[in-house]
């Protein structure tokens, strides 16, 4: 019924999301926004969340990154549980182990590209020496030219890809994706998706929620939430 991509019996998920649930309250109004959803995704898996606005896609992936916590249910990321944990030890687990990558926001808008994408690097805490510099970041992403540049001066499609340079300085085993691409043209959306492929192919799991069908044909496994539930079968992508 379900399709995945086989993985060892004994690999410890990247995202293990068991039977969540998130109530929202405005006075005697609840809104169940999620109902008992799980998911597990591995290291090298990109997977996408469809749906339609409203869904609760968006309030699955601040569950998985640690910026909200579940009313029901339990997160592990790479083994480590980070919900239902005081808020400094959430964010000490997202500094090492997740890059959330947002529609717009990624960045301090009062330091240049270069120093964004230092300063996450600067907070990881591990100690240990960064996959790349923050100049092979840039060129990575296509931005070494515009390290100096200020937030306010870049075109969207040089903000999505400085965004990204910022999601990855930690070398996270998660990225957690939210509308990436969403106001880009296709040829930039195209070249976002590529460098989220790469991202994967080197050992990281990403969940990238999205209505677009570029990010879905280019997704390991697609889910679709309605009404905070799943409504079909994970649906593996051919390659």
Known sequence: MTMQTAHPASAVPAVQALDLYRFYRAGDEETLALRGISLT???????AVTGPSGSGKSTVL???????EPDGGSVRLAGERISHLP??????????????????GNLVEH??????????????????????TVPDLLE?????????????TLSGGELARAGLAVALAGDPAVLIADEPTGELDLATEHRVLDLIRLVAAEGAAVVVASH??????GADRVL???DGRWVAAEVAVAA
């Open 62 to 68: 601040a569950l998985l990154a640690g910026l909200d």
């Open 212 to 217: 677009s069908a570029e990010v879905a044909a």
């Open 224 to 226: 679709r939430l309605t």
């Open 140 to 152: 990575l992403v296509g931005l070494g030219h515009r390290a100096r540049a200020m937030p306010g």
């Open 111 to 132: 330091l240049d590209v270069r120093t964004n994408v230092a300063l996450v690097q600067s907070l990881r805490g591990r100690g240990t020496t960064p996959r790349r």
């Open 87 to 104: 808020e400094a030890q959430r964010t000490l687990v997202r500094r090492r182990l997740v890059g959330v990558l947002r529609q717009s």
């Open 41 to 47: 995704v591995h290291g090298g898996e990109v997977v």
